[in-house]
């Protein structure tokens, strides 16, 4: 069973950085791309980032552009998602999930499965 599990989420003030991390059991990530979402309260779930199979390619929602580093260690079965210069809008639940191989052009949630459960990252003074 492919199982996903998410961790490193906390409070954090603005300006601050996080490192998510998406850890893969039952299954190695070596062929499969991985996407970052997020959902805030009230609101539709987001891709953030994504990194396919290689990691040679990466694709960046506009809003964590510059910010935002997505990377993979295949050795670890770890995909990580490092946080910088954290902002009050960047608070929301934050999730990996997996699709073969390659990233889609607009990291849509319906494109990917085998999701993991979430973690919260808020940041606020």
């Known amino acids: 069973q492919l199982q996903l599990v998410e961790s490193g989420g906390g409070l954090v003030q603005p300006g601050g950085s996080l490192r998510l991390s998406c850890a893969a059991s039952g299954f190695t990530l070596d062929y499969y791309a991985i996407g970052w979402f997020r959902q805030a309260p009230g609101k539709e779930r987001e891709g953030v980032q994504c990194i396919n199979y290689t990691g040679r390619l990466t694709r960046y929602a506009d809003s964590v552009k510059g910010r935002f580093t997505i990377s993979r260690d295949n050795a670890k079965n770890t995909v990580y998602l490092q946080m910088n210069s954290l902002k009050p809008e960047d608070t929301a639940v934050y999730y990996c999930?997996?699709?073969?191989?390659?990233?889609?052009?607009?990291?849509?949630?319906?494109?990917?499965?085998?999701w993991g459960q979430g973690t919260q990252v808020t940041v606020s003074s």
């Open positions: 999930a997996a699709r073969r191989y390659f990233c889609t052009s607009s990291v849509s949630p319906p494109d990917f499965g085998s």
